[in-house]
């Protein structure tokens, strides 16, 4: 069966500090992969989307950063974060582009 | 362009009654359609999805949901509102496309609330 993770779970990080958060994926293969974040448990925001290893695409400019550096695995990232980044963030993967996205359970990132 | 409208933020019903969260789409070409239900500090779940076919979709949980295109809608229904229903729901378009990849789009989300 498929299955994904992300961790952590939850992150509280001082402004400047820098960010990974990383998510992998069970169970299928060069599946299409997504970060969103979501604001205040409301709409979601693509960040970036990956159709395979090193193709990623941007969305929303913005300091953070995301790479795939290998087939189900997803990272997000950012040199100095922002209070402004502070969110819900969800990663996601599809077994192809015209499936239902399915979606791991989340890291909630408090930037102070 | 793609875009989903869920024209309510908020619904409420009480527990046994009928319930409809309201989605439209505009896509340049035929759609398919999602629903997913998100609870609380948890990623969204999948529900279920319009490809082609039957225009009555069912799903998981006892959802329900019309594809209509004539008026361009994709209402989620449930003939009897469990308190355990209450969640967030977003609705998600793609269009079809012989070629290139094409992105989802997800609505604002409507939260419903059932009330016991």
Redesign the interface.
């Known amino acids: 069966s498929q299955t994904i993770h992300q961790w952590p779970a939850t992150l509280v990080q001082p402004v400047g500090s820098p960010l990974s958060l990383e998510c992998t994926v069970e169970g299928t293969s060069n599946p299409?992969l997504y970060w969103y974040r979501q604001a205040a448990?409301?709409?979601?925001q693509?960040l970036f989307?990956s159709?395979g290893i090193g193709q990623i695409s941007s969305e929303v400019p913005q300091n953070l950063s995301a790479s795939r550096p290998q087939d189900r695995q997803f990272i997000l990232s950012s040199k100095k974060l922002l209070l402004s980044d502070s969110g819900?963030y969800?990663c996601?993967f599809e077994r192809d582009?015209?499936n239902?996205?399915?979606?791991?359970?989340?890291t909630?990132l408090t930037v102070l | 362009a793609q875009s989903v409208a869920q024209p309510e933020d908020q619904v409420n019903v009480a527990e046994g009654n009928p319930l409809t969260v309201k989605c439209t789409y505009s896509v340049s070409g035929n759609p398919y359609l999602f629903w997913y239900v998100q609870y609380p500090n948890r990623g969204l779940q999948f529900l279920l999805k319009y490809i082609t076919g039957d225009n009555l979709v069912k799903g998981s949980y006892g959802f329900e949901a019309e594809f209509n295109k004539s008026q361009t809608s994709f209402h989620l229904k449930k003939p009897s509102a469990l308190v355990s229903d209450s969640a967030l729901y977003f609705c998600a378009v793609r269009v079809m496309n012989s070629g290139g990849y094409q992105k989802v789009t997800f609505g604002t989300g409507t939260k419903l609330q059932v009330i016991p």
């Open positions: 299409n448990g409301r709409g979601l693509l989307y159709v819900f969800l996601a582009t015209y239902e996205q399915f979606f791991g359970p989340g909630r």
